[in-house]
């Protein structure tokens, strides 16, 4: 029991505000994908989307009003500039490999700030590999493979380049954080999640299905663990990702295989850790009565909590999702390519 209370105390530090500003861009040669694309994000809130062949991007609507549209205009000079960066980049890299067919040049970039806490990076892929990457610490290019030299000396030779890359991930990024963190805050309100379990039979087995839905929660981070009465969590538990549900809401399901022998004897509880709920959310399932018992654990105030606990047939739901641009390593933001 130590042991799990050490554990929701654990994951409720990991969900404190470390908030981040991030950014994917990547440029193309050959026919077969867009020429550009950028996004920029704060968390996970959308404030920049450019795909070329298609509309400029439009100012969100919390972004819209005087000190918001003075950064807007910021950030499309800078991401304007950027395509000039990726686009001259895929071309030189392409040359240098004597490729002439489809290749992809991707960066990403991010700065994290919390409290004094600030951290700040970025990096080149080619065709997904990692290729060069900017040391915001020593001012230097690194190149992370012998083919990627050329690239880093051409970075460094450049000496106002250089500067205007410092200038940018030791101030720039987190201004702009604390700038979009400031003007974004309805639209990261935190949100209480639903909690439904849906009971089914597993197909060829006698074992029962038992999911654990969890929706309509914000921010993305949370935990769902599936538990036993004396509180110890289960493994024979299949989890789907936390996927968007398109109203900048986030879901989850957790599926519990209860063997036929266990069914009538044990009771199991599906908990839910957010940082919407002091606690925990509980709803335990006991196959033996007919009605659900939903629990708050820990909170000091009900209010507000709403916990759904019904067995139903739920239709399918179309998933919005950001594009996959590419494996590379959780790095920091350039705003300047």
């Known amino acids: 029991m130590l042991k799990h209370v050490m554990f929701l105390l654990v994951f409720h530090q990991c969900l404190a505000d470390v908030h981040s500003l991030h950014r994917r861009c990547a440029a193309t040669q050959g026919n077969s994908y867009p020429k550009n694309i950028q996004f920029l994000m704060v968390d996970d809130i959308m404030v920049y989307y450019y795909i070329s062949a298609g509309k400029e991007p439009s100012i969100p609507k919390w972004l819209n009003h005087s000190e918001g549209i003075f950064l807007w205009g910021e950030i499309r000079r800078n991401l304007n500039y950027n395509r000039f960066i990726m686009d001259t980049a895929v071309r030189l890299t392409s040359e240098r490999f004597n490729h002439s067919h489809d290749h992809i040049y991707q960066a990403h970039g991010r700065c994290d700030y919390k409290d004094e806490y600030i951290s700040s990076a970025m990096s080149h892929a080619y065709d997904g590999k990692d290729f060069v990457s900017f040391d915001v610490e020593s001012?230097?290019?690194?190149?992370?493979?012998?083919?990627?030299?050329?690239?880093?000396?051409?970075?460094?030779?450049?000496?106002e380049d250089l500067h205007r890359l410092i200038h940018s991930y030791k101030y720039g990024c987190i201004d702009w954080l604390k700038k979009l963190l400031l003007f974004s805050q309805e639209e990261r309100k935190e949100k209480v999640p639903d909690v439904v379990l849906i009971e089914k039979s597993s197909p060829g087995s006698s074992d029962t299905a038992v999911t654990c839905h969890v929706t309509g929660f914000y921010p993305r981070a949370v935990q769902v663990e599936w538990l036993n009465q004396e509180g110890h969590i289960l493994d024979r538990v299949s989890s789907g990702e936390v996927l968007p549900n398109g109203d900048g809401t986030y879901q989850i399901s957790r599926t519990l295989s209860v063997p036929d022998g266990a069914r009538w004897s044990q009771i199991y509880r599906c908990q839910v850790v957010h940082s919407s709920v002091t606690g925990h959310i509980t709803v335990e399932w006991e196959p033996n009565r007919s009605f659900f018992i939903p629990l708050i654990v820990g909170c000091s105030v009900?209010?507000?909590v709403s916990v759904l606990v019904l067995i139903l047939y739920?239709?399918?739901?179309?998933?919005?999702?950001?594009?996959?641009?590419?494996?590379?390593?959780n790095i920091n933001l350039n705003f300047g390519g």
């Open 302 to 304: 009900f209010t507000g």
């Open 314 to 329: 739920i239709k399918k739901i179309s998933i919005c999702s950001f594009a996959y641009m590419g494996p590379l390593r």
């Open 139 to 159: 001012n230097t290019w690194v190149a992370a493979v012998p083919e990627a030299q050329f690239y880093k000396r051409k970075r460094e030779d450049n000496i």
